[in-house]
């Protein structure tokens, strides 16, 4: 038996509770700091470099004699390879999603699930280093296209990454759609494919639009896996057989070259901000979509 | 009629298809890497150190590395975390007060910043602004804030599904609130904390860009032996090896090497995970 325990004191009992108090305020503390480092470090770019050259320019060129700071190639990059891993994942992974929860037997569940859990797992320089060595020489050979990296190659591998994060939030969206609704329409004479689609899929759709959210969000923060696939060249292009690069790109392969407090150095951090502000808008977006049609359904 | 049978048909098959393409591309994607990297594995390969500008030898200064920088980690998310979690469930958490919603709020936007954001804040802030120079400490620092977000929400998911009846025969029994978390909640969220910590880690050993802005080096011949050292890690070794190298091409199968070596890392915490909670949902329904 162990011994007694005394009542701790009052102020003991007060102090942990601010401790703890003060632990939970951390997440804020990071998110102040985040903001804080990214203005201070983003914003003296502006002294330097109009701000309308630095968002409409056409041209990043940091090596010439006289640099050119647009960002409008990066950010075409980053849309362009963002959407067509959209376009290829979005699909397939609600079809995933949608055969886990209503189709699946039950055993091939048990193998699916782990092994998708598992592709989640799997760090972003893996993927980055498949799409340089294999999926490269793929989609060239389907695609004849002269730069073996691209931004067809980005997409691709990003289509795999997000793929499970959007698989299984999607499936618990449908998964949490209630039994009554599909007995409701087995009931009135609907088969398997007409319940999903008219039944079930409307009715876990925002919570499916909150995977598909998510998904974008983490297509555009990957780093490793497009600065690996797509050939890191900042071309105004919107031909997806084209190389590109990324906002994410830049910031990791520019970063080791470039003396701190450079404008160079501070052009980097602007684009760490237009990135942080993209993810305030996909949560906001995310956050309203939610509330939106939680008034809406019962 | 018939239409309609054939159109429903058609829609499962292809449902079916799309299941079978995603699964079809997890395994072959495992397979491949498999193939290709075990033949390179090898006691020397895991315990020798590049050799020959790299382009021979083996891995051991990443692979201790990364475990360095691992640990540091856990040092500092973990406790922060676990405190930050046991508000959140125990305290007021389940309060509607603005600084709840505000934490709420940082926590779900820290969970969708971009992982070289990251490392910007810890270039700056770690790195420059409190001389930390590029470093393991600067690192790990970088990847705990990285990591706090995972090990909270899913710590917080462990101590909520500790049952009421616990608490309340702790305090029934005379015990303050602190007692109570301290002998009757925390024991029991335990499981599920050391798997969100090993979750959260598996993901921090994998990060490759806040490393890359934060102390990873690309050679650095002996092992570092204070946490103000630069390192090297396996996920940047294999980024360097891949694209920066001279011959990317003869070092080829150094680097299938690495990436098995990481995978099995990455996902043999992911399983040690897994295992954990399913032994301890049967636990819980026993």
Redesign the interface.
Known sequence: MRAIRRRPTRTVESMIEYLILGCACISIMILLLIIIFLFKEGLPAFAHIPLSEFIFGTVWQVQAVEPRYGILPLLCGSILVTGGAITVSVPLSIMCALYISEVAHPLAREVIKPLIELLAGIPSVVYGFLALTALADLTQRFTGSIHRLNALNGALILAVMIAPTVISISEDAIKSVPKEYREAAYAIGADKWETMSRVVFPAAFPGVMVAVMLGISRAIGETMAVLMATGNAPLLTFDILSSVQTMTAVIAIEMGEVTFGSVHYHALFAIGLILLGITFIINFLAEALLRRFRGVSP | MRF??V???I??V???L??L???G???L??I??TVKGSGVISWPFLTEPPRQGMTSGGIFPAIFGTLCLMLLTLTFAL??GV??A???AE?TGRGRSH?NI??RY?????A??????????G???FV??MRFGFSLLSASLTLS?LS??VI?AASEEALRSVPDSYREAAVAL?A????MVR?AVLPYAVPGIITSCILAL??A?????PI??TGAAYYHPRLPTSIFDQFMAL??H??AL??QSVDPVKT?PI?FGA?LT??ML??GM?MVA?LIRIRQRRMAQG
Request: hydrophobic share 55%.
């Open positions: 309609r049978r159109k429903s048909s829609a499962l292809v449902i079916r799309s299941a393409i995603m699964v591309a997890g395994v994607i495992f491949y890497l406790p922060v405190a930050s046991i508000y959140f305290y600084l505000l934490m940082a926590t779900s936007i820290l969708g910043v971009p992982s070289i954001v990251y490392g910007l804040l270039l700056s802030l420059l602004y804030i706090l977000p909270i005379g303050t609130k602190w007692q002998y598996s993901r050993a994998g990060e490759t860009a890359l802005l996920p940047f294999i980024f891949a694209t080829r680097q990436v990481l995978i990455v996902l992911n897994i």
